[in-house]
């Protein structure tokens, strides 16, 4: 199974941030990495997929990049309704493992 | 509109079963390839497995934890999607989401979830 490591776990940061969270996994994946945010009580919705590609509706302030076995999602300049879980996936290969997830708060 | 409904979750017994159903609507629910997810309290999230759609084989995987008591199957005519699960324990406990999976820019996602269905295991 490929493994993810995800990071920082939690992080804070003030209104207008620039932030980035980082996905690593146990062996290359090319570009079969998703990213998810969650906002707390709600069910998960795909934010960036193929590592780069911005899910529709989602604002320009977020972007995806990296393959192979690093991956970085950021957040060019944080709002407060970003305040969520962010969870990096990979499709490579079955079982579609989950990052850890990273839980964003405001300062 | 697609819309995926989960139901059937509720408080079992340790060694217990339970089946959950997931209505999907909206989408060509027999050529889409399903998925479930789950998320113990206060915790992340688990891929718990996948069933292909029949004209890819129908067939299903599963993340190791789950293996050999958790089963996925699919209704077409009915649009739905389930989860049988057997011999639980309690750290089953978690909220239980269905989504559609979608290949999207040659890669798969999980591109729809539904609301997510509380399942506990206690005595």
């Known amino acids: 199974d490929i493994q993810m490591t995800q990071s920082p776990s939690s992080l804070s940061a003030s209104v207008g941030d620039r932030v980035t969270i980082t996905c690593r996994t146990s062996q290359s994946i090319s570009s079969n990495l998703n990213w998810y945010h969650q906002k707390p009580g709600k069910a998960p919705n795909l934010l960036i997929y193929a590592a780069s590609s911005l899910q529709s509706g989602v604002p320009s302030r977020f972007s995806g990049s990296g393959s192979g076995t690093d991956f970085t999602l950021t957040i060019s300049s944080l709002q407060p309704e970003d305040i969520a879980s962010y969870y990096c996936q990979q499709s490579y290969s079955a079982p579609y493992t989950f990052g850890q997830g990273t839980k964003l708060e405001i300062k | 509109e697609v819309q995926l409904v989960e139901s059937g979750g509720g408080l079992v017994e340790p060694g217990g079963s339970l089946r959950l159903s997931c209505a999907a609507s909206g989408f060509d629910f027999s050529k889409t390839w399903m998925t479930w997810v789950r998320q113990a309290p206060g915790k992340g999230l688990d891929w718990v497995g996948r069933?292909?759609?029949?004209?890819?084989?129908?067939?299903?995987d599963y993340a190791a934890p789950v293996k050999g008591r958790l089963s996925i199957s699919r209704d077409d005519s009915k649009n739905t999607l389930y989860l049988q699960m057997n011999s639980l324990k309690t750290e089953d406990t978690a909220v239980y989401y269905c989504?559609?999976?979608?290949?999207?820019?040659?890669?798969?996602?999980?591109?729809?979830w539904g609301q997510g269905t509380l399942v506990t295991v206690s005595s």
């Open positions: 069933i292909k759609s029949k004209n890819a084989g129908g067939t299903t």
């Open positions: 989504s559609s999976l979608s290949t999207w820019g040659g890669v798969i996602v999980l591109s729809y």
